[in-house]
Each structure stands twice: as C-alpha cells, then as structure tokens.
C-alpha cells in the first residue's frame, strides 16, 4: 500500500502528528538533559504563543512569511521539483517590494502602492527562479543545486546593491531610508484595536498569504495547468508521452514558485521593517521546506503547519527568557529537530502504519 493508498487521515492527520509528537518527545530528553522540566517548558512555550493575543500576534506575523515560503516548496513539489531556493528568492523579492515602496510612498496612499509591491515582490522572485528552472529544463542541471547556489549569489547582490545603490545618502547603514506612510501596511491592530495585538507586527500582509492559499488551491486542483503539475511529477514519462511538455512545466511551476517565495518580503518588508535592510529573511526560506512536508503540500496543512512554525518562533522567545538555562541556541535545535522528523524522517512510521491498515490477506499476497 503507497501512501497514496492510505485513508486520506491517516496521511495527512495521523502521520503528521506522529512525526511531530516524535519531535516533541526527543525534544523533551534534551530538555531533561539541561535540567528543565519539559512540561513547564511546554506551558511556557503555549502561553507566549497563544496564551495572550500580543503573542498570538506575534506568532500569526511570523506563520505569515511560512505560509508564503510554505506555498513556494509546495507546488514545486506537485510537479516533482525540489525547490529550496526560497531563502534567495525572497531576498530579491525583498528588492521588487522596495523599488515600489520607494517609488511611490511619497504620492500615493498604502493601498495603492500594495498591488505594485504585490506584483514587484512576485516578479523578482519568479525572476530570480528563472536561470536555475531554464538550466534544469534545458541543460538538466539538477534544480536542488542551482537553487542553492543562487541563495548565496542573491546574499551577495543584495549586499552590493544596499551599500553602493539603495543606501540612504549620508548614511553608514547599509539599508534603504525609511518608507512613508504610502509604503506601510497597516498593522492589523491600528486596523481593529479591539484584537488586542498590541506592538505585534502582524499586518494586512496576512489576508494577501491567506489569499494566496486559495489561489494555489484552484490553480493546482481546479485547473488545467495544475492537472499537467500534478501529472508530470506524478509520472514525468508518462506525462511526455501524452503531450506535456516537460520544459514548459518546469520552467512555469518555477516561476510561480518563485514568485510565491518573493512575496514572503511584502510582509518583512512593507509590513514590519518599512525599509529595505540585510538579511531580513533569516531562514524563513528553509522552515518553508518542512512547512510544506509537514502541511501535505496542501494549502489547508501549510497554513495549520504555518501556525505551529510561528508558535514555535514566538513561544521559543518567550521560553528563552523564562528558562535561562534554555537558550535561543536550545530553540533551534527543537525547530531543527521537527524539521528532522517533518522531513528527512518523514517515513520512519510509515512503514509500520502500512501494515497496520493493510489486510492481512492483501500484505501476504503482495510479499507473495
């Protein structure tokens, strides 16, 4: 039985929970072993990130750039590609929402200058995951190395580009000036106080992520394009054998992988810093990966995998300062050991569960 013979619970509640319950359980020895008390640490952990609704926002502003780099990986999945370029893309997306804001904070409200950092954001992301896509589907370089590569060569452009072309003049910072009012989103408790977020920085950037998941619904599962996704990294050969071209595929799945991935700067960029600043990603790119892993590739999991990502992120902080002795190097390695059990051993019950939901005759004539 594939997992694609599973009951559709047990493949995208049951594992999930096991492998993160796994994460959770390794966590907790390592926990032991400071001395801590893992239960304690567990309250901590869900009061900073959901007890109280500053936290809360702090933990949806956070599984907004997940849900962006979240929805990247995922429909590079659905077409068998393995696009962990996201961290790089971003960063020139960063670079499409800055040249908007730049442009047009000053003669325009926020509202009008957001679709332009929209369609910025998502066309230097597609553009930046053009070279590696078009080198894959014509040259076969295989997808996972140019990526990588290309997240470093995007560290090192941004870095020329903030010091030697966007630099605020005068400046020793290595960052854009500050955008106007006309380039800010709107944090969503200026927007509905009654929320109670406080100084969290979660943004109308949230609405767009959340727009976006319903967008990649229908594109993937409702359309014909994402019928030709599916089919070819379900079975590249028999996909070329009924008329889909492999390189058209490639290179558009890229693209908007791609261009999902940039979006993730609207929210750091437009929704929190306002300006444009080094290393404003710091990983999100990466955690997309497991996000995407863990949520199914499907945009409801991605956005329940989002949540827990940030819960991670916010209540890390929160248990960082309560437990000194559970430093923010301690957080990283609990993020690092659910992303281990999320992804790399993402089958280690598969095998087991297998068995338990095959009939007993059905396995002895398969081992037959």
Not at 32 to 37: S, V
Not at 164 to 190: C, H, V
Not at 217 to 230: M, S
Not at 287 to 313: D, K, N, T
Request: with cysteine; net charge neutral; glycine share 10%.
């Amino acid at each position: 039985m594939s997992a694609g013979q599973l009951p559709r619970w047990v493949d995208y509640v049951l594992i999930p929970f096991l492998n993160l319950a796994a994460a959770f359980l390794v966590s907790g020895l390592v926990v032991i072993l400071i001395g801590e008390n893992p239960l304690d640490a567990v309250k901590i952990l869900l009061w900073g990130s959901l007890g109280y609704a500053e936290g809360f926002g702090f933990t949806l502003f956070y599984a907004t750039n997940f849900i962006f780099t979240g929805l990247a990986v995922a429909v590079a999945f659905h077409a068998g590609l393995f696009n962990i370029g996201g961290e790089g893309q971003a960063y020139v997306g960063g670079l499409g929402v800055a040249i908007a804001c730049l442009a047009l904070d000053r003669y325009v409200p926020w509202y009008v200058t957001l679709p332009f950092a929209i369609a910025g954001s998502a066309i230097a992301g597609a553009a930046w995951a053009f070279i590696p896509a078009w080198l894959q589907a014509r040259r076969g370089s295989h997808v996972v190395i140019t990526t990588i590569m290309f997240n470093y060569i995007s560290f090192s452009l941004m870095v020329y580009l903030l010091n030697n072309a966007l630099k605020k003049p005068g400046s020793m910072q290595p960052e854009t000036r500050t955008f106007e009012d006309g380039g800010r989103i709107p944090f969503l408790n200026d927007l509905f106080p009654s929320l109670g977020f406080g100084y969290a920085p979660v943004n109308l950037s949230l609405v767009v992520a959340l727009a976006a998941c319903v967008l990649v619904w229908l594109l993937i599962w409702r359309t014909k394009l994402g019928y030709e996704i599916r089919s070819f990294g379900a079975n590249a050969t028999a996909a070329v054998y009924a008329g889909i071209s492999p390189v058209r595929i490639i290179v558009v799945t890229m693209l908007i992988s791609g261009g999902l991935a940039g979006m993730m700067a609207i929210n750091e960029i437009m929704g929190s810093q306002h300006r444009l600043l080094i290393d404003f990603v710091t990983g999100y790119g990466f955690v997309g990966i497991a996000v995407a892993l863990m949520g199914r590739a499907h945009p409801v999991g991605i956005v329940l995998a989002s949540i827990l990502f940030g819960m991670l992120y916010q209540g890390g902080a929160e248990l960082s300062f309560e437990m000194p002795n559970i430093t923010r190097d301690m957080i990283i390695v609990i993020q690092g050991l659910v992303i281990l059990f999320a992804g790399a051993l993402e089958h280690m019950f598969r095998p087991a569960i297998i068995r338990l939901f095959t009939p007993a005759r059905a396995l002895r004539a398969k081992e037959a």
